[in-house]
């Protein structure tokens, strides 16, 4: 980060981010069978690690069968 408050960054894949959800609730939606909620507080983290780059990608060789 700069003098300047300025932060330069470049992602590069996935990023993902859980939600959770907290409250009370005391009915079921006419709509569909799902609880509505009172919301009182939301949290936000970060989440699964990004996806893995494909097996070709490997420098090393792989063991196993060439068919």
């Known amino acids: 980060m700069g ?14 981010l859980d939600s959770w959800l907290h409250g009370s609730a005391k ?3 006419q709509e569909a069978p799902v609880p509505v909620m009172s ?3 939301t ?6 690690p990004p996806t ?4 070709w990608w490997r420098s090393a060789p792989v063991s196993g069968s060439s068919a």
């Open 27 to 29: 009915r079921l939606a």
């Open 3 to 16: 003098t300047d408050g300025i932060v330069n960054a470049v992602v590069v894949g996935d990023v993902m």
């Open 43 to 48: 949290e936000d983290a970060p989440a699964a």
């Open 52 to 55: 893995p780059p494909p097996t």
């Open 39 to 41: 919301l009182e507080l």
